[in-house]
């Protein structure tokens, strides 16, 4: 599969703080991504960035072949992007939202995404104002679907909606992936359910990439590891430790691993996607504590 | 477990057990979709795989459908050794074993079958 979406080093500086640094990735075309982390991890950032939104402050991003940033005219039409609040004219019908994107996309298509909308009984003739924010979000993610654009960026679509409507939304989405070989790129700090919809996996924390991987290879190579907390140091010496704990006597270890683990000192479960994301956020946080530590020892 | 195996498993499980027989056809990658709002690309993969184990066909235009003589196990057989496995759960209850000691000991012992087995074939 071709990348869609490469970037190489990409980063973004506000001031003195660094939202996004030495991003280097390449996300395979027609998959459904996933870009997970906490609030601040740089996630709009990222996809901003990736939109032509902002301008890189080092690295550089390629969307279809092309920089966001200084070949917009280029890429745009390739992409379409929700943006997390949702940005639709209050005023105007979800009628007269489809009249304005079929004036002003070349590709568009609201055929089915018009069907779909009458089918969960969404009235199109009454201005979005009044909508409520899960049916919004519907009419947000069929305009950017009736772009048929290349890619599909959301950021944050589910945040703001009940599970009712996040099911929904996730299946007017999927329902949408069946036909098109689009790349959807969506951007969520609840990660439940995600690796139903989505097959690769981008973890973002305290501005860095964690790990980028599809998500059929994330749970077959991590292994939740219990032993003897005297047995970890030799085990991390084999395997990438992503993230451990212990007590005096029991150690708990998030590793990942090509092979089925048979020490006899181990015990080997596997892991769910959440408890996969938790641990890298774990890793990411403790480097954090860590290298703050460092600050005030060499400030003392 | 990953999404597109445990599709393959409960189709595994349903030409096992009968529920589907050669020539039954599967759901459509839509129907699928549809159902359970899941990610096309992982049913296609799933089935992909059904069909690289020669458990289904693909027939252009038509579907996915089972194979013809694909194994089952006889019904019969299956009521037998759920019956066996039965037995055993009582006498591990009433030796005091709590559920999830009683799953692991059932999760270990089917590695080392599943071991012994292969070093026989």
Redesign the interface.
């Known amino acids: 599969m071709t990348a869609v979406i490469e970037t190489d080093g990409l980063g973004k500086r506000y001031g003195d703080l660094w939202a996004l640094r030495n991003c280097t990735l390449a996300l395979p075309g027609?998959?459904?991504v996933a870009l997970v982390g906490p609030n601040g991890a740089g996630k709009t950032t990222l996809l901003q960035l990736l939109v032509g939104l902002l301008r890189p402050t080092e690295g550089r991003a390629h969307v279809c072949g092309h920089s966001p940033f200084d070949q917009a005219a280029l890429v745009l039409p390739m992409v379409a992007f929700v943006a997390q609040d949702q940005p639709l004219y209050a005023n105007l019908t979800g009628a007269e939202h489809f009249t304005l994107g079929r004036r002003l996309n070349p590709r568009w298509n609201d055929l089915q995404v018009r069907e779909r909308l009458h089918q969960l009984r969404i009235p199109l003739d009454r201005p979005v104002g009044r909508l409520s924010g899960g049916q919004r979000s519907q009419v947000a993610l069929a305009l950017s679907l009736a772009k048929q654009a290349d890619l599909v960026v959301l950021d944050e679509p589910l945040a703001s909606l009940d599970p009712l409507a996040r099911?929904e939304f996730?299946?007017t989405l999927?329902?949408a992936?069946?036909d098109s070989r689009s790349t959807v790129l969506l951007s969520s700090h609840i990660v439940g359910g995600l690796?139903?919809?989505?097959?690769f996996l981008v973890i973002l924390a305290t501005a860095n990439v964690q790990i980028a991987v599809g998500?059929?290879e994330a749970?077959?190579t991590h292994r939740r590891l219990v032993g003897p907390s005297s047995a970890l140091p030799s085990l991390s010496r084999l395997y990438p430790v992503i993230f451990s704990t212990e007590t005096s006597r029991e150690a708990t270890a998030v590793i990942r691993t090509d092979t089925e683990i048979f020490d006899p000192d181990w015990e080997s479960q596997?892991l769910s996607l959440e408890e996969i994301v938790l641990a890298y956020l774990s890793r990411s946080r403790s480097d954090e504590i860590e290298a703050s530590q460092e600050v005030f020892t060499r400030a003392g | 477990m990953a999404p597109y195996r445990q599709i393959i498993q409960q189709v595994r499980q349903a030409v096992l057990t009968g529920r589907l027989r050669a020539g039954d056809q599967l759901p459509t990658v839509r129907e699928v979709v549809t159902t359970i709002a899941i990610n096309p690309n992982t049913v296609f993969k799933a089935y992909r795989e059904l069909e690289h184990e020669g458990l289904v066909e693909l027939r252009q235009g038509q579907g996915t459908f089972v194979r013809g003589g694909s194994r089952t196990v006889d019904s019969s057989e299956l009521a037998a050794l759920r019956r066996s496995l039965l037995r055993w759960m009582k006498a591990a209850l009433r030796a005091g074993l709590e559920p999830d000691t009683l799953f692991a000991l059932y999760t270990t012992a089917l590695q080392d079958a599943q071991q012994l087995s292969e070093e026989t074939a």
């Open positions: 027609g998959a459904a099911q996730l299946q999927m329902e992936k069946v690796e139903r919809v989505c097959d998500i059929d749970l077959a596997p």
